[in-house]
């Protein structure tokens, strides 16, 4: 018997009690940075509870029951949520009202999973990968922080003393940290800059007097469907654009994930139930939120960090931490008292955390050991930065194209593969170096994976 056999034995000796406790701990470690990407983006934090956990539910569903993962809100679409609002902006379009439109790009983007996931059922991954490179991948990632580092600042500006408290406490948390207090760093920084700033009176708790214990985890106006009822068709077709290629990072995050996990608990997930089942699933729940008003949603590193804590791989623990998200989405006085955090503490927690996305794409590309001495590959990594990023501070967040708007992203990401291409010199083999495939992911401790 394998130690992760036996690790998922002993779950089942637990009992019901240590069971819950294990199911609650999971879901404080996802909790964090789940319920930033709502507050950052103004979608709806009760509907984003209750996908991640219904898509959790979906993922194990599709993998078989087998896999251990927990899907949480995926930073990867920030950027594509900020331009879409930004291009909707034009239109005279508040962002609530923009963010739906952003929701069908992300629907779209679940549905590139399912052409990837069958692509590698019919072909195989390695075939399928070598147009994904870490030449493309990894700039794109560096982009994706970089472009956002702007709203981080601006957050910051309201309060730097609160900014930096959660900065330092992340810092601290994520180095020094034992236990789980290393697995829940973002959470912990959050919580302390938002104590100290509701001390000093920098928070207006009215809204949380006023809201209901229980209610409904979303509402009609808010959702993918509402768009239809009088669609402004260029923006759609705008929104999938943006957003689409973006797909291409976080469906390198997901493998990553799959690859962490499949290292801490000693199964090959990508073998069985599969790689392209995981994507499905991945895919599946990112589409079905999206249409709801919730992020799109990703498989969380922090809950693999929490398997390499606790040893305990039984993926039902998992499924429990799901169910408690999706009672605690319910609860519309939850939403209210995070809707009240000072912009302060989302500034400094956002500065981490796109600091972390762009570190990501660079340790995918040393990892990897992209070679810079090649003047392609050189080439396709200075257009895919040059481009996130002047379109995104030089154009006012897109391009006009007289059919449609394009993001810097979606330019950059656009350019880099097709330059990828149709360049000579291509040398990267997917499977080759397991630990340089694996370097895609967003999470805040990476090193809790070795």
Not at 196 to 222: M, R, T
């Amino acid at each position: 018997m394998t130690n992760s056999q036996q690790a998922i034995y002993d779950a089942r000796t637990l009992g019901k009690g240590k069971m819950l406790t294990l199911g609650l701990q999971h879901m404080f470690a996802m909790f964090g940075a789940t319920v930033l990407v709502p507050v950052i983006t103004g979608l709806s934090m009760s509907a984003t509870l209750l996908f991640a956990g219904l898509g959790t539910l979906l993922f194990h569903l599709l993998t078989k029951m087998r896999v251990p993962a927990f899907l949480g809100s995926s930073f990867a679409f920030l950027g594509g949520y900020a331009a879409v609002v930004a291009m909707g902006a034009q239109e005279g379009l508040s962002a609530a009202e923009s963010l739906p439109y952003a929701c069908i790009g992300v629907f779209s983007a679940g549905i590139i999973y399912f052409i990837l996931a069958g692509l590698i059922a019919a072909f195989g991954a390695k075939k399928v990968m070598r147009f994904f490179p870490p030449i493309v991948t990894g700039p794109i990632i560096i982009a994706i922080g970089l472009t956002l580092s702007g709203s981080a600042i601006q957050n910051c500006n309201s309060n730097w003393w609160i900014a930096l408290l959660a900065i330092v406490i992340i810092i601290v948390c994520n180095i020094w940290g034992k236990g789980m207090i290393k697995i829940i760093p973002i959470l912990l920084g959050v919580l302390g800059s938002y104590l100290v700033a509701a001390c000093f009176g920098i928070c207006d708790f009215s809204a949380v007097k006023e809201a209901a214990w229980v209610g409904l985890p979303f509402q009609w106006e808010n959702t993918a469907f509402h768009v239809f009822a009088n669609p402004n068709w260029g923006l759609v077709l705008s929104a999938i654009i943006a957003i689409v290629p973006i797909s291409l990072a976080t469906m390198m995050e997901h493998i990553g994930d799959m690859c962490a996990i499949s290292s801490t608990t000693g199964i090959n997930y990508l073998e069985d139930p599969g790689l392209h089942r995981t994507l499905m699933g991945d895919g599946l729940a990112t589409m079905i939120a999206s249409l709801f008003g919730a992020p799109a949603n990703t498989t969380y590193g922090e809950n693999t960090g929490v398997l390499n804590l606790t040893k305990v791989y039984d993926p039902r623990v998992i499924r429990i931490a799901a169910v408690f998200a999706i009672i605690l989405s319910f609860c519309p006085k939850f939403s209210a008292l995070i809707a009240c955090m000072p912009a302060s503490t989302i500034g400094g927690v956002s500065l981490v955390l796109y600091g972390m996305i762009s570190a990501v794409g660079v340790r995918n590309i040393v990892e990897n050991r992209v070679d810079f001495t090649k003047s392609r590959n050189v080439i396709v990594m200075a257009l895919i930065l040059v481009l996130a990023i002047g379109i995104k501070y030089g154009a006012g967040d897109a391009i006009n194209l007289g059919f449609t708007k394009l993001s810097g992203l979606a330019v950059a990401a656009l350019v880099g593969i097709i330059l990828n291409a149709v360049l000579p010199g291509k040398d990267y083999e997917f499977g080759a170096n397991p630990e340089a495939d694996k370097a895609v992911n967003f999470e805040i401790n990476p090193s809790l994976r070795k």
